[in-house]
């Protein structure tokens, strides 16, 4: 089972930016699909974006696409969340996740190892 540690999260103005890290242990790192998920208070955790084994497949949510940018680096075990043009609305929990499968899906059910989370706050 893959353990994930994320780190990056802080407070930072609208219209700022900010990487998330998410570092992995385990061998087989490059064989899980990876995701950022986020959850504001109030509200049910939401996919931010995934991708595949190889980084060569990407996928986002539709409130983050084009300013977010999901990416790995297998040799490192890590998987980033580059996050450009912040919004207040984007403050959240960050959490990474691992799935062991084929394909990425934006459903957290799928998502058997997940980190502790990071907050990110972005004021207006």
């Known amino acids: 089972q893959v353990q994930l540690v994320e780190s990056g999260g802080g407070l930072v103005q609208a219209g700022g930016s900010l990487t998330l890290s998410c570092a992995a242990s385990?061998?087989?790192?490059?064989?899980?699909?990876m995701a950022w998920f986020r959850q504001a208070p109030g509200k049910e955790r939401e996919f931010a974006a995934g991708?595949?084994?190889?980084?060569?497949?990407?996928y986002y949510a539709d409130s983050v696409k084009g300013r977010f940018t999901i990416s790995r680096d297998n040799a490192k075990n890590t998987v980033y969340l580059q996050m450009n043009s912040l919004k207040p609305e984007d403050t959240a929990v960050y959490y990474c996740a691992a799935a062991d499968s084929a394909v990425v899906a934006n459903r957290a059910t799928l998502y058997r190892a997940w980190g502790q989370g990071t907050q990110v706050t972005v004021s207006s």
């Open positions: 385990g061998r087989t790192f490059s064989r899980y699909v």
């Open positions: 991708i595949s084994w190889t980084g060569g497949s990407t």
